[in-house]
């Protein structure tokens, strides 16, 4: 990895690290606290805000972000940010009138209870502030102002953290107090961000930069907005086809799941894009390729190291639990973890479509697979429940990434190792499924130094197959020391 991906990541991947490490950090708090169908409806709340979020952005963010390369002087780049929190502020007052006039439908679409009506003016609120707050940190990413960008994260992150802590601990909570600090943190960092930027504020917003934002942006959003319905929305399958119980354990298996995202997927991506908008404007498109997949390639070894950790560990955590009902989630983990890479890995090579302001095809990729997930969740889940909504998610990723390669193997050649992927997929899927098979025998539940003695064996054959690419990471931590020789 160079030195310019390894500061991206050290600078704008802090902030998303850490509010990803205290969201999961609050979980063993929810897990304990609240039962299991309360834990459900936290978890519809958080999707539903995640998805209206993503209806109404636009993908701002990345806008402002490839504006600022596109456009050249300051009153350009002043304009088109105002122009986009100008778009934000007439989508609010779109979707809360909306919200409110449907808000018994929406009730039961979401929570499949007509009597969760007073959630979902919260849902509209939070997901606008949260829309605010991207927009702004994509300008100070765009501005290259790492300390800003960091603060405000850290603000929303310890708010909600202290006032879930207080509010669970000190008060006779509800689950409606809960989301009321979801609403206050957020409307907070909103605040925050905006008032890093109060010389980027003008009247003079332009027809031309809502072109700008739409063309760009609009495609991109769909596009989000279906990925992440592909990867979550079987929660609204399995809460109206099966139970609500089930909603909460596979939310569990992917909390689980996603720690590599906190750990590692989070600051990669934040410092992903901006890396190779400028490395193509940089370097001739050969050497480009070469860099990109290694890359793709020694991230991939890194992510599914990380899932075999998971994999291996997660038993401790779910030991921990005082509730039976979660000890199941073990099952959908490796499943989760391998669904989780083929997202990641097909956003990773979205990279082309941007470069090329061709986001129209991510849009149009998803748009054929949102049907095809749509009735293999409503089969799969009626038919197999649990099992048959992550291996509908694995599906549709595959599909996913399947379309995007054949698409880049004619406009955009990377030439990616697929190859070793294929190796390193095989690798992980064996090495959990032996992991997971002696779960079941009787030595293995009763001796922990067994265990213990299995994990390590199996993590080490994973280094010892892969160990040239372990060796990058000396050069990471070189990198982010500021010492990588070029």
Not at 18 to 27: D, E, I, K, Q, W
Not at 100 to 117: C, E, H, K, P
Not at 214 to 230: E, H, K, Q, V
Not at 468 to 478: A, G, H, S
């Amino acid at each position: 990895m160079s030195n310019s991906l390894s500061k991206n990541i050290l600078s704008y991947g802090l902030g998303n690290i850490l509010y990803a490490l205290v969201v999961l950090l609050l979980v063993p708090i929810y897990l304990e606290k609240l039962d299991v169908d309360n834990y459900a409806k936290l978890t519809l709340f958080l999707i539903s805000t995640n998805l209206i979020r993503m209806i109404f952005s636009f993908s701002v963010s990345n806008g402002i972000l490839r504006g600022f390369y596109d456009f050249k002087t300051f009153n350009e780049k002043k304009s088109l940010y105002s122009s986009a929190v100008f778009l934000i502020m007439l989508l609010f007052i779109f979707a809360m009138i909306v919200g409110i006039s449907f808000q018994v439908s929406l009730s039961a679409l979401m929570f499949n209870d007509r009597m969760a009506t007073p959630y979902i003016p919260l849902i509209v609120f939070v997901s606008f502030m949260q829309i605010v707050n991207a927009a702004n940190q994509g300008l100070l990413r765009a501005l290259k102002r790492v300390i800003p960008y960091t603060l405000t994260s850290i603000i929303n992150v310890l708010t909600m953290a202290l006032l879930n802590i207080y509010i669970i601990y000190f008060t006779e909570y509800t689950l409606y107090s809960i989301f009321l600090s979801y609403v206050v943190s957020n409307t907070l960092a909103a605040v925050v961000s905006s008032s890093f930027l109060i010389k980027y504020y003008t009247i003079k917003v332009r027809v031309n930069n809502f072109k700008y934002l739409l063309n760009y942006g609009l495609p991109l959003s769909i596009a989000t907005l279906i990925l992440y319905f592909l990867n979550y929305g079987n929660r609204y399958y399995l809460v109206h086809y099966s139970t609500i119980t089930n909603v909460a354990i596979i939310d569990v298996a992917q909390k689980l799941a996603s720690i590599i995202g906190i750990l590692l997927t989070s600051a990669f991506m934040t410092a992903f894009t901006p890396y190779y908008l400028e490395l193509y404007n940089k370097v001739p498109y050969r050497i480009f390729r070469e860099k990109i997949n290694d890359i793709i390639v020694t991230f991939s070894t890194l992510f599914l190291f990380a899932g075999l950790v998971i994999v291996l560990a997660q038993d401790i955590f779910l030991s921990l639990l005082s509730k039976s009902e979660y000890l199941s989630s073990s099952e959908y983990v490796p499943f989760i973890i391998l669904s989780n890479y083929l997202y990641v890995l097909f956003m990773m090579l979205t990279l082309g479509t941007n470069i090329k302001k061709k986001t129209k095809i991510e849009m149009l990729i998803t748009v054929i697979i949102f049907p095809v997930n749509i009735l293999i969740n409503i089969y799969s889940i009626k038919s197999y429940g649990l099992y048959g909504a992550v291996i509908t998610q694995m599906t549709t990723n595959i599909l996913s990434l399947l379309l995007i390669s054949l698409y880049n193997r004619k406009y955009f050649p990377l030439e990616i190792a697929y190859k070793s992927i294929f190796w390193l997929i095989s690798v992980f899927s064996i090495l959990s499924f032996i992991k997971m098979s002696f779960n079941s025998t009787v030595y293995y539940q009763g001796s922990q130094y067994f265990q213990y003695a299995i994990s390590v064996l199996l993590l080490t054959i994973y280094v010892l197959i892969y160990r040239k690419k372990f060796m990058f990471m000396r050069e990471v931590v070189r990198g982010l020391l500021g010492r990588t020789r070029k």
